[in-house]
């Protein structure tokens, strides 16, 4: 072989590898540029179900059943004897009176529990609920019907308070009638 015809392969070699390195250099920086891009973009939030779909954003409007479910948790708080109420559902007022309350029926050995029924009645911060009260002294239960009215609040959705809801006083009823008794 020739040491010219070697030469320009040599050369032709070259300009080969130099266009390679160019071409793929650029192509790095442009992956570069359209990944800041995308990774720049708000997140896609996919619910997983039996349908994955997008999530979207809720309105702030309470529905009956989360009403019904943040009663059930806060009158089931507010009066079992075996649960702890959940951090800013109630009332400091409230707090102090289911303590006063528990330690009168532990004193007693009683235990109670409350089960919430339905709503009979909202009327704008006043909720009039349905509940039935079951007392046990040792193995011996009663249950008693334990119509309430609740003056509720709202507060900031979060966390630890996903309805955004706090009940600010709870108030023993006789008859729907009659005038309210603590």
């Keep these: 072989m020739k040491y010219t015809v070697a030469w320009s392969q040599v050369l032709t070699q070259n300009n080969v590898l130099r266009f390679a390195i160019v071409s793929l ?28 779909q997008v999530a979207a954003t ?44 528990l330690k009168g029926f532990q004193e007693k050995e009683i235990k109670q529990r409350v089960l919430f029924n339905q709503i ?3 009327s704008g911060q006043e909720i009039l609920v349905d509940a039935d009260r079951i007392l046990s002294v040792g193995s011996v239960r009663s249950v008693l019907p334990f119509p309430l009215k609740l003056t509720v609040s709202s507060v900031v959705r979060s ?7 706090r009940v600010l006083q709870f108030k023993s009823v006789t008859k729907p009638g009659d005038k309210d008794a603590k």
């Design 159 to 165: 966390r630890g308070n996903p309805y955004g809801l």
């Design 58 to 101: 809720g309105s702030t409007e309470r529905t009956d059943a989360e009403l019904n479910a943040f009663l059930s948790e806060a009158l089931s708080g507010r009066f079992d004897s075996n649960r702890l109420p959940q951090e800013g559902w109630l009332s400091s007022e409230e707090i102090q009176y289911r303590a006063q309350e």
């Design 25 to 52: 250099s650029l192509a790095v920086i442009g992956l570069l540029v359209a990944l800041t891009v995308v990774t720049a973009r708000d997140p896609i939030v996919i619910e997983r179900g039996c349908m994955s």
């Design 120 to 122: 009979e009645k909202v």
